[in-house]
């Protein structure tokens, strides 16, 4: 039985053992998978389309068309995170699917038309719809989080907000595979459209099992709409959402000391895997360079280490918030020192030339970088409110975007291995101290209900 107190929904009737996963879960977890799957393709298209083009256009545009993606899914984050906010998780999906699908085939069309237009009108053609393909995957994260966060029994929130965004990964990886295997057998312009088909492919098939999702029933009720709410969470078994747990209280920290803690964990995690997975296949003093094969196994390798990594959303839920936290951040600085020294300070050595070290290093660090991923996904939806926890996320994501953007134009301006390295190893010693200020100062949110998160992040701000 479901009774309505102050707007609060209290459901008189609750498991003592908790709800279980349902198929609507599993819906819900195929279609924002597919998204973060979809998001691994763009990028990964973004970035080895305009390697092609990096032969083609002058060398001052490579970083400034680097920039573009990151700061199109930044300006994504932030105005589609607000618009969830206003119109709910699921309304915001139209806008944001239509954005990258025409991006997707615009991309694939620029590749096409190489042979029938200019290259700088092809390349126009390619940096339109990479902004649009960027915009609408960016937009599509905060909603994304938000909606799991609100929905998923909060013994399984845990494992479904890391097993859903380490898609992103999965993308990546098997864009990444696709694109080697077509090099193989093919021009790099067959493979990246090749890819970008595969992509395309995967978009429809998301686009068909979103329709099944439904709505947010927490959004609702912060919106006044409770009767709608009742009838979604009757219809689709999410009563559990509506749930109030009278009896369980916790403190968080100040708003601003949350903000803070998540921007730089956001800052020092989203540059440090961008710089080390895809970008640092632009600098010219590495093993790797001017050579696509060996460039798209950068991609591969780093993308692999962290599709295998975000696994840990299958025990994420027995893992304490704070020690994971330290953890994740710790080993992501402990494995990016041996880089930094082998090719940032011994660059001409035998040791410095190696591909092997290379991948066998950048495949560890990206195991921890994908677990302070894990972290990041977990706790930002989880300190904030259900009534701003969408702009909030894509507030945090818009400070870790800006210096993601500033960093990469630089660091490939400068084209030198030394500081980018070195920036990356700073970047790191940054996140480990946030996660160690949050480790001694923040609070245990594994496993408490959303209302009992809603109330705490409400009293804090």
Same mark, same amino acid.
């Given at each position: 039985?479901?009774?309505?107190?102050?707007?609060?929904?209290?459901?008189?009737?609750?498991?003592?053992?908790?709800?279980?996963?349902?198929?609507?879960?599993?819906?819900?977890?195929?279609?924002?998978?597919?998204?973060?799957?979809?998001?691994?393709?763009?990028?990964?298209?973004?970035?080895?389309?305009?390697?092609?083009?990096?032969?083609?256009?002058?060398?001052?545009?490579?970083?400034?068309?680097?920039?573009?993606?990151?700061?199109?899914?930044?300006?994504?984050?932030?105005?589609?995170?607000?618009?969830?906010?206003?119109?709910?998780?699921?309304?915001?999906?139209?806008?944001?699917?239509?954005?990258?699908?025409?991006?997707?085939?615009?991309?694939?069309?620029?590749?096409?038309?190489?042979?029938?237009?200019?290259?700088?009108?092809?390349?126009?053609?390619?940096?339109?719809?990479?902004?649009?393909?960027?915009?609408?995957?960016?937009?599509?994260?905060?909603?994304?989080?938000?909606?799991?966060?609100?929905?998923?029994?909060?013994?399984?929130?845990?494992?479904?907000?890391?097993?859903?965004?380490?898609?992103?990964?999965?993308?990546?990886?098997?864009?990444?595979?696709?694109?080697?295997?077509?090099?193989?057998?093919?021009?790099?312009?067959?493979?990246?459209?090749?890819?970008?088909?595969?992509?395309?492919?995967?978009?429809?098939?998301?686009?068909?099992?979103?329709?099944?999702?439904?709505?947010?029933?927490?959004?609702?009720?912060?919106?006044?709409?409770?009767?709608?709410? &009742?009838?979604? #969470?009757?219809?689709?078994? /999410?009563?559990?959402? +509506?749930?109030? $747990?009278?009896?369980? =209280? *916790?403190? !968080?920290?100040?708003?601003?000391?949350?903000?803070?803690?998540?921007?730089?964990?956001?800052?020092?995690?989203?540059?440090?895997?961008?710089?080390?997975?895809?970008?640092?296949?632009?600098?010219?003093?590495?093993?790797?360079?001017?050579? &696509?094969?060996? #460039?798209?196994?950068?991609? /591969?390798?780093?993308? +692999?280490?962290? $599709?295998?990594?975000? =696994? *840990?959303? !299958?025990?994420?839920?027995?893992?304490?918030?704070?020690?994971?936290?330290?953890?994740?951040?710790?080993?992501?600085?402990?494995?990016?020192?041996?880089?930094?020294?082998?090719?940032?300070?011994?660059?001409?050595?035998?040791?410095?030339?190696?591909?092997?070290?290379?991948?066998?290093? /950048?495949?560890?660090?990206?195991?921890? $970088?994908?677990?302070?991923?894990?972290?990041?996904?977990?706790?930002?939806?989880?300190?904030?409110?259900?009534?701003?926890?969408?702009?909030?996320?894509?507030?945090?994501?818009?400070?870790?975007?800006?210096?993601?953007?500033?960093?990469?134009?630089?660091?490939?301006?400068?084209?030198?291995?030394?500081?980018?390295?070195?920036?990356?190893?700073?970047?790191?010693?940054?996140?480990?101290?946030?996660?160690?200020?949050?480790?001694?100062?923040?609070?245990?949110?594994?496993?408490?209900?959303?209302?009992?998160?809603?109330?705490?992040?409400?009293?804090?701000?």
């Amino acid at each position: 039985m479901l009774l309505i107190n102050n707007n609060k929904v209290i459901d008189m009737n609750k498991s003592s053992r908790g709800p279980g996963l349902s198929g609507t879960h599993y819906v819900m977890f195929m279609s924002y998978s597919l998204t973060f799957l979809i998001w691994g393709f763009v990028t990964t298209s973004g970035v080895m389309t305009l390697y092609y083009f990096s032969n083609h256009i002058p060398r001052f545009l490579v970083p400034l068309s680097a920039a573009l993606g990151p700061i199109f899914l930044m300006i994504g984050n932030v105005f589609m995170g607000r618009l969830a906010d206003i119109v709910g998780r699921r309304g915001i999906y139209v806008y944001t699917m239509a954005l990258y699908t025409i991006g997707l085939i615009g991309m694939g069309s620029s590749i096409l038309l190489m042979n029938i237009i200019s290259v700088s009108k092809a390349f126009i053609l390619f940096i339109i719809s990479y902004i649009l393909a960027e915009i609408g995957v960016g937009g599509e994260e905060p909603p994304a989080l938000a909606a799991t966060t609100e929905l998923i029994p909060p013994n399984y929130r845990g494992a479904m907000l890391v097993l859903i965004t380490n898609f992103d990964n999965i993308g990546a990886t098997i864009a990444s595979a696709i694109l080697l295997l077509a090099l193989m057998r093919g021009t790099q312009l067959s493979a990246t459209w090749t890819m970008i088909s595969a992509a395309i492919v995967v978009l429809i098939v998301a686009i068909i099992i979103r329709l099944l999702t439904p709505e947010s029933v927490r959004w609702l009720v912060t919106k006044g709409k409770v009767h709608e709410a &009742e009838r979604i #969470a009757k219809e689709y078994g /999410l009563s559990y959402a +509506l749930t109030e $747990s009278p009896g369980q =209280l *916790i403190k !968080f920290p100040s708003l601003w000391f949350r903000t803070l803690v998540l921007s730089l964990l956001g800052v020092s995690q989203l540059v440090t895997y961008g710089l080390m997975a895809y970008y640092i296949v632009y600098l010219p003093s590495l093993p790797f360079s001017s050579d &696509e094969t060996l #460039a798209t196994q950068v991609l /591969l390798w780093a993308n +692999l280490g962290a $599709s295998m990594a975000g =696994l *840990i959303g !299958f025990i994420v839920d027995r893992l304490s918030r704070k020690t994971f936290t330290l953890f994740s951040y710790l080993g992501g600085l402990l494995t990016m020192i041996p880089i930094f020294i082998i090719y940032g300070l011994m660059t001409n050595s035998h040791l410095g030339s190696s591909l092997t070290i290379f991948y066998t290093l /950048l495949f560890l660090n990206m195991v921890f $970088s994908e677990f302070g991923w894990a972290v990041r996904t977990l706790l930002e939806p989880e300190l904030y409110p259900t009534k701003n926890r969408a702009t909030w996320v894509g507030m945090v994501r818009l400070i870790a975007w800006t210096i993601y953007v500033l960093l990469i134009y630089y660091l490939l301006a400068s084209t030198n291995a030394f500081t980018y390295l070195l920036s990356n190893l700073i970047l790191y010693v940054i996140g480990f101290s946030a996660a160690l200020a949050w480790f001694i100062h923040g609070t245990e949110t594994r496993g408490l209900p959303i209302n009992v998160l809603d109330k705490a992040a409400d009293k804090s701000n």
